[in-house]
């Protein structure tokens, strides 16, 4: 949406702030030990901004490796960062080739037919290729049949340029989880018949389950977007990355008994000032919020009240001073991605990625 | 996003029937038997695009009167729809009233403080108005208190030129509920002391209350849109507008024992083949469908099963003869809003404007 002629004020706001992103990525790799660290920026770098995100894990942090969900978005990062490795997570299908050739975008290979799809592209126009092993998430890569067929046939492999082989954990989030050992011992037997080529198994989740997993790629996405990928504290080392401020539309006084919102869900037992903020669902902020949410002001956390509209939210401001006008925080500092998860039961990725379109950004970077 | 220099192929595709939102609109004055009838089209037009819905509804229903959020929907929308009457709903504030009259847009004045703000601008820089009452949604509108106040102030209502005066139903979608008679009664009180001037209540729920709520102007939103507002059947001659078309990743064949997807939330009891399609939670798809949403695909319903990822979904297709690279409906004419919002327990509203950006879009119309 446009910004040109138009006023800032009064208008809800979206903060990212680029240099704690930078910051998130260089605390991965001090988590990873000095491992090479990779950035998932699917999703309009979940949700983020592709355009502003990725030039600034590039030149601030030194990322050269970026990963994304399919063709177009590889096809729009191309140009954002020249110079990088780009990879493509959900495969190669005919049609595609000469797009992957013309802007050098590596695949992810997930099957025999795309490995051999791809073995069949002139080698001079065929960038380098990852092959992805599933070891037991059952969504993409080679089956555990696939991969003994692929490992014994070196006609095959050896016409393909493959620089790195990876697979993914299904249950990084939970430590305790035997899928996780049983995930490292399959993908560690698998890089026994890969030697010399980069191996990457870690997504956020596990890079925290400790150096095991790190192999030779970090693939963190989550944790740069200061979430928290497990059932862990987070680290202290990784900060927010964002914030959303919206304005007070109104403010009401109810008497005890009058209700609030549609459906009337929450009716005041006391009198109570109620503030209606200009953001709602069609901004992200959904109805698993209704009567449960938080937000801040003054110094103070303030409960959502009522039914989250398209457009807005009602909030209970009775125990603090403010005005029609004033900024409500709904997200950042003190409403963290995982308070806002606890309470909605919506997970700390879907709050990110489901950030719309209406806000006006602002991305802070110091140089 | 780009669609330039891109394969269309095993590309998601949104494919939205404009033809069906304007026949929606002209089902909505059947309905209203003949009332004049605006169009909700906040929130990029319940997600469906505003800069393709407004033009269709303008030029192929006659459609002249539009309600928008707020100020900046309104400017974007202004010269899609040069001639059409446009309504700010969150108000008027300072910083804001130039935007108004250079743009030739209404405020729908919500407190006496902005009705004093509006009445203080030159007449001939001021456009027409509407007077938002509120009848018990507690919200926005003019308090009962105001509202007794703004009636019997002649010298303020006659520097305005009031083009409308309306209010909000705060439980339309339920019609046994008392407050839709309360707030029936308040309103036409409110209209008896505004004798000539266009009055308006019945948002999509309350066009299906019946004739006692249509007064002189309709307000459909997700009627429009093909949703169902309220506990009672869909009239026959609302048609759903919009179609998500996911691709086949890949598929799978599982024995008994294995799972799918992160969390491993689901466990194959059988040998099954299960499909990985192209669309996530980042689309729009969100986790609320782990394990409960139904997609279609070869004349079959077909359940989703594990967890929702960002970029993927996965299907269980052991019923069906189908490959990787083929079709599936995750919306239309096979799984309407109102099936996938009882499963999901989002609603209606939510799967619209939570539409993601990532899909291939092709509008589809006639003329």
């Not at 502003?52 to 063709?71: I, K, M």
């Not at 990876?166 to 995930?183: A, G, K, V, Y």
């Not at 990457?200 to 997993?213: E, K, Q």
Request: hydrophobic content about 40%; aromatic content about 8%; charged content about 20%.
């Amino acid at each position: 949406m446009t910004t040109e002629d138009f006023p800032s004020a009064s208008q809800a706001t979206l903060t990212i702030d680029l240099d704690n992103i930078i910051d998130n990525y260089k605390s991965c790799i001090k988590l990873g030990r000095g491992v090479d660290c990779a950035a998932m920026i699917k999703a309009d770098a979940y949700g983020m901004g592709i355009a502003q995100v990725a030039p600034a894990l590039f030149h601030g942090a030194g990322c050269t490796t970026f990963f994304v969900a399919n063709l177009q978005e590889a096809i729009e990062l191309r140009p954002l960062v020249p110079e990088a490795n780009i990879y493509v997570l959900n495969g190669l299908f005919p049609g595609h080739l000469e797009y992957f050739s013309r802007h050098n975008i590596r695949p992810v290979l997930n099957d025999l037919e795309q490995i051999r799809l791809w073995a069949s592209v002139t080698p001079e126009n065929r960038p380098a290729c990852a092959i992805h092993f599933d070891t037991g998430i059952n969504r993409l890569g080679l089956t555990p049949e696939e991969t003994a067929q692929f490992i014994t046939d070196d006609s095959l492999r050896e016409k393909l340029h493959i620089s790195l082989i990876m697979s993914h954990l299904s249950c990084s989030d939970d430590p305790e989880n035997p899928m996780n050992t049983q995930q490292l011992r399959d993908f560690k037997t698998i890089t026994g018949y890969f030697p010399g080529i980069p191996a990457s198994l870690a997504n956020s989740g596990g890079i925290l389950l400790g150096p095991d997993y790190h192999f030779d790629l970090l693939r963190p996405g989550l944790l740069l977007f200061g979430g928290n990928p497990a059932a862990l504290p987070l680290p202290e080392t990784i900060k927010p990355v964002f914030q959303i401020t919206g304005q007070i539309l109104q403010i009401r006084t109810l008497t005890p008994g009058q209700a609030v919102g549609y459906g009337a869900t929450w009716i005041a037992d006391k009198p109570c000032h109620i503030a209606t903020i200009n953001i709602g669902y069609a901004d992200g902020y959904l109805q698993k919020f209704n009567n449960c949410g938080w937000v801040y002001a003054k110094a103070t956390k303030l409960p959502v009240v009522g039914r989250v509209s398209m457009d807005m939210i009602t909030v209970d401001v009775t125990d603090i001073e403010i005005n029609a006008g004033d900024d409500i925080e709904l997200f950042g500092e003190h409403i963290t991605l995982e308070m806002a998860a606890e309470v909605s039961t919506l997970s700390q990725y879907e709050i990110l990625t489901g950030v719309g379109a209406r806000y006006q950004r602002i991305y802070k970077m110091k140089n």
